[in-house]
């Protein structure tokens, strides 16, 4: 590690960290080794920031988060095994002192309210200059928030002419929704139950509830309403 950097404690304390200038200690989650290594090699130079492990999945981002606890997490949304937003939504649960700033190729503005609903700090494309991406740590680590202005302008477009998406699954709660994405997202009950910690049995109370409240009664219907309101991420078939 660089001059002055320590492994820090747990709990919120990144933004003391970063204004005293101690070191940011950062995981990389992306599933393409060439795009961790630039990453890397953009971030290491700098001493206030330390590249302390990486992931090429969704489900193994979550665990390197419990085995090396980094203040950022560098997520790429577009992942096998377990996507970015899933795993970020995870985190949230689980490790709310870890701040996520996702990743991707793609502006996925029609996703907006799933990406601020996450739990995410931060929002970039690919296409951002080193300078950015290493801005976005920084403002993250003090506990600010950093999303692509780009992104942002994108969004507005959208849900401007889009109103009814502003706020998808309106009548369900929280949990509902995180159900519900599971369920478009082809989880089982028992897949969705250890997503979420709890029993399958509460998972399929939990779908009664949400096709009584949506008055849909597939899981065929659940998975079109999740996709239309943008709350599940469908693969992008474009290069990266």
Same mark, same amino acid.
């Given at each position: 590690?660089?001059?002055?950097?320590?492994?820090?404690?747990?709990?919120?304390?990144?933004?003391?960290? &970063?204004?005293?200038?101690?070191?940011?200690?950062?995981?990389?989650?992306?599933?393409?080794?060439?795009?961790?290594?630039?990453?890397?090699?953009?971030?290491?130079?700098? &001493?206030?920031?330390?590249?302390?492990?990486?992931?090429?999945?969704?489900?193994?981002?979550?665990?390197?988060?419990?085995?090396?606890?980094?203040?950022?997490?560098?997520?790429?949304?577009?992942?096998?095994?377990?996507?970015?937003?899933?795993?970020?939504?995870?985190?949230?649960?689980?490790?709310?002192?870890?701040?996520?700033?996702?990743?991707?190729?793609?502006?996925?503005?029609?996703?907006?309210?799933?990406?601020?609903?996450?739990?995410?700090?931060?929002?970039?494309?690919?296409?951002?200059?080193?300078?950015?991406?290493?801005?976005?740590?920084?403002?993250?680590?003090?506990?600010?928030?950093?999303?692509?202005?780009?992104?942002?302008?994108?969004?507005?477009?959208?849900?401007?002419?889009?109103?009814?998406?502003?706020?998808?699954?309106?009548?369900?709660?929280?949990?509902?929704?995180?159900?519900?994405?599971?369920?478009?997202?082809?989880?089982?009950?028992?897949?969705?139950?250890?997503?979420?910690?709890?029993?399958?049995?509460?998972?399929?109370?939990?779908?009664?509830?949400?096709?009584?409240?949506?008055?849909?009664?597939?899981?065929?219907?659940?998975?079109?309403?999740?996709? &239309?309101?943008?709350?599940?991420?469908?693969?992008?078939?474009?290069?990266?």
């Amino acid at each position: 590690m660089g001059p002055g950097c320590s492994r820090p404690g747990p709990g919120l304390q990144a933004s003391r960290r &970063a204004r005293r200038g101690r070191c940011l200690r950062v995981l990389l989650a992306d599933d393409h080794p060439v795009v961790r290594w630039g990453l890397s090699c953009c971030l290491t130079a700098n &001493a206030d920031i330390h590249v302390i492990g990486e992931a090429a999945d969704g489900r193994e981002a979550l665990r390197k988060v419990e085995e090396l606890s980094p203040d950022v997490v560098l997520m790429d949304i577009d992942m096998p095994q377990l996507n970015g937003l899933s795993a970020t939504e995870i985190l949230r649960r689980k490790k709310p002192e870890v701040m996520v700033i996702l990743l991707s190729m793609h502006p996925y503005a029609e996703h907006m309210a799933r990406i601020v609903h996450s739990g995410a700090r931060g929002f970039l494309l690919k296409d951002a200059r080193p300078e950015e991406i290493l801005a976005a740590i920084r403002k993250v680590g003090a506990g600010e928030t950093c999303f692509s202005p780009d992104l942002a302008r994108e969004a507005l477009r959208h849900f401007a002419y889009n109103p009814a998406s502003d706020f998808p699954g309106k009548a369900l709660s929280y949990r509902e929704r995180e159900v519900l994405i599971g369920i478009a997202e082809g989880l089982s009950n028992k897949q969705l139950a250890l997503r979420l910690g709890i029993s399958a049995r509460t998972i399929e109370t939990h779908r009664g509830h949400i096709m009584q409240k949506l008055n849909i009664r597939s899981v065929a219907g659940l998975t079109r309403f999740a996709v &239309a309101r943008g709350l599940v991420i469908l693969e992008q078939k474009s290069p990266r």
